[in-house]
């Protein structure tokens, strides 16, 4: 049985638009703004078109359109002022929930069409911030609130990690100009969460230093060696997931003990690397809150 996700709740729709649920039925009854599909046993859902429609709708209605102009717009006309707002205003919006209407039905041709058309206004790296950061907020919550299937975030963590990799490509042939440090990016054992180290990845590049990407579930005895070929090494550790919070601790002794020298240090980033104790934080070992700050740093 397929575990793709075609049709929604109105729970689904809330978490989706960020419009409450009880909002939405106002918006049903008082303005049929949308019509519901009903089961055998009369309960309410949606399929991706009333999905589509309650995107744009809430695009229309975030820039200022009230709810009662919206329902007397004709269907033709409701994507039609959605287009001119992207033109004329702000692209982050409508691209978010282009792209999530690209993750909801897997099409990857809208994806690149969304992409492409941000690409025209925007550099990478303020597409990457400003659009790609926030999407992977809301869909990690998506993922949990279980509106969307491990399907989808693979989907679109796929079609975005491939931009990452396209723009990293082009600058990878660049001669680094900074020489006080090497930095090893790596993930560590069993984490494979890794659309943010190769962002990372590309900013270094990008900043004119020398990068060494290991890649996921890379163990600390892995890194010895790197100890024989290069001197001031930045080893980057982007932790999700693993390892375990409660493991942390005895993780950083190995990573001490093993691969720090006095030339060395160790940069933690990542949701889990938040639950290391301030008290082992210092000159050498070091907790970024998130990639901008990073990047600051760079």
Known sequence: MSNVKNTFSIKDLEN???????????????YNVLEPLRTDT????YDLKGLQKILNITLLHDYGYKISKISKL????IPQLVSEIVSNKSAKNHAISSFKMAMMNFDQKLFLDTYNNLLSEKSFREVFFEVFIPLMEEIGFLWQAETISPAHEHFISYLIKLKIWVNTEKIQNNVPTKEDKIFVLYLPSDEVHELGLMYLNYEIILSGYKSIYLGESVPVDSLKDLKKYFNNIVYVCYTTVEPNKEFLDSYLDEVKEQILEKDSKIWFIGRNAQNIDEKLRNETVRVFQNIHEFVEEL
């Open 42 to 45: 009369n309960i309410r859902y």
């Open 74 to 77: 004709s269907p033709e006309k």
């Open 16 to 30: 989706l638009t960020g419009i409450k649920a009880h909002t939405i039925r106002i918006w049903e009854k008082r």
